[in-house]
């Protein structure tokens, strides 16, 4: 009986040894992926951190006087193109819904009804819209060319400050390739003075010619893309428009039926 009590007891010590070494190994193992956790999120922030401030490096040694000139050029260009993007996306209206509802005003309360709809509505297709309307008292024609009249008025509005994109797009290599020649004739006139040809003396004209060069084909490219993005949302809206004014003018057609 005590054999087996001991034997009992021994088991007893033994299930509990194994659960704390268990326990004391997982905890390990939680404390070692959660070092590593933070160990990887430490070597992320050290990596944005440095990519920042090489940014930060390369831009100063590029010179002050061309690399301001080509950021200020993205940033006017920018500033630009997040206006016309947020005016086009305000401009943009959903034609089906105005030409049905425009459709049925004028069957139900007439010209003014219809009048009254586009007033409420904002953009481009329901001014054009509404200035049809305002002129079927003269007849379908007279609608018609001022349809015709007031969508190229908004057609300008759409296009407003686009050029001016393009402007910087090509102004900023421009800018970073005259920085490259400039750099380039520093190196030359190092090497003319100091008679000799040495590695150390061109090094510092050629990096300031690369670096303006890089920055400005950057500025470029970005430009670039929100010009491309503009220019597609303009056709997209004036496919519309013309579409829209087509059936404007099949509607007051058939209402003067």
């Not at 003075?193 to 303006?212: E, F, N, R, W």
Request: hydrophobic content about 50%; some cysteine; charged content about 20%.
């Amino acid at each position: 009986m005590r054999k087996l009590l001991v034997a009992f007891v021994a088991s007893i010590l033994m299930t509990g040894f194994s659960a704390n070494a268990n326990t004391i190994t997982l905890a390990a193992g939680y404390n070692t992926a959660a070092l590593t956790i933070v160990q990887d999120e430490d070597q992320v922030s050290v990596e944005s951190a440095s990519f920042t401030q090489e940014l930060k490096t390369r831009f100063i040694e590029g010179g002050p006087g061309f690399m301001g000139i080509v950021l200020i050029c993205l940033i006017l260009g920018l500033a630009i193109a997040i206006e016309r993007i947020i005016f086009l996306n305000l401009a943009t209206t959903n034609t089906k819904k105005l030409t049905e509802g425009v459709e049925e005003a004028l069957a139900n309360g007439g010209v003014d009804a219809a009048k009254d709809l586009c007033r409420d509505t904002k953009g481009p297709v329901a001014s054009i819209f509404y200035q049809g309307l305002d002129r079927v008292d003269e007849g379908v024609e007279s609608a018609e060319k001022a349809v015709v009249a007031y969508g190229g008025v908004q057609m300008g509005q759409l296009e407003k400050n686009v050029s001016w994109i393009s402007l910087f797009i090509a102004l900023a290599p421009m800018l970073g390739f005259m920085g490259t020649v400039i750099g380039m004739i520093q190196a030359f006139d190092k090497i003319e003075a100091a008679g000799d040809m040495q590695p150390s003396l061109v090094a510092g004209g050629i990096k300031v010619a690369l670096l303006t060069t890089v920055f400005g084909l950057v500025v470029a490219i970005i430009l670039q893309i929100f010009y491309n993005y503009i220019v597609a949302k303009i056709d997209s809206i004036v496919n519309d428009m013309e579409d829209a004014s087509i059936t404007l003018v099949d509607i007051l057609v058939a209402h003067k039926k």
